[in-house]
Nanobody, 124 residues
Framework: QVQLVESGGGLVPAGGSLRLSCAASGRSLNYYAMGWFRRAPGKEREFVAADSWSGGSAAYYADSVKGRFTISRDNENTVALQMNSLSPDDTALYYC?????????????????WGQGTQVTVSS
């Protein structure tokens, strides 16, 4: 079992930056590939970013965030999402998730464990 807790959300003006963190307990994240998802008001949860096993060099991004967001691992128990050049369209509840299998990294159903989310609000 892995417990995930996100932090770092908040209110930021358009063009600003935020760094989200996801802290794990119960088991090292070295056993999982990690992903970030978000859900905007009235919309479905959508893929944002993912990495490969044990934080390998491969990283994957939604087209809407490519070039602005970066997923990284701080250590074996923490994964981060650096978000730059934020726009109001990025306003959402952001979740981190851990994937223990080989499912599609973009699919919600591929992930085994989820955090409760951290709110990001970007003002215009």
């Amino acid at each position: 079992q892995v417990q995930l807790v996100e932090s770092g959300g908040g209110l930021v003006p358009a063009g600003g930056s935020l760094r989200l963190s996801c802290a794990a307990s119960g088991r090292s994240l070295n056993y999982y590939a990690m992903g970030w998802f978000r859900r905007a008001p009235g919309k479905e949860r959508e893929f944002v970013a993912a990495d490969s096993w044990s934080g390998g060099s491969a990283a994957y991004y939604a087209d809407s965030v490519k070039g602005r967001f970066t997923i990284s691992r701080d250590n074996e128990n923490t994964v981060a999402l650096q978000m730059n050049s934020l726009s109001p369209d990025d306003t959402a509840l952001y979740y981190c998730a851990a994937r223990g299998g080989y499912g599609d990294y973009e699919e919600v159903s591929s992930y085994d464990y989820w955090g409760q989310g951290t709110q990001v609000t970007v003002s215009s």
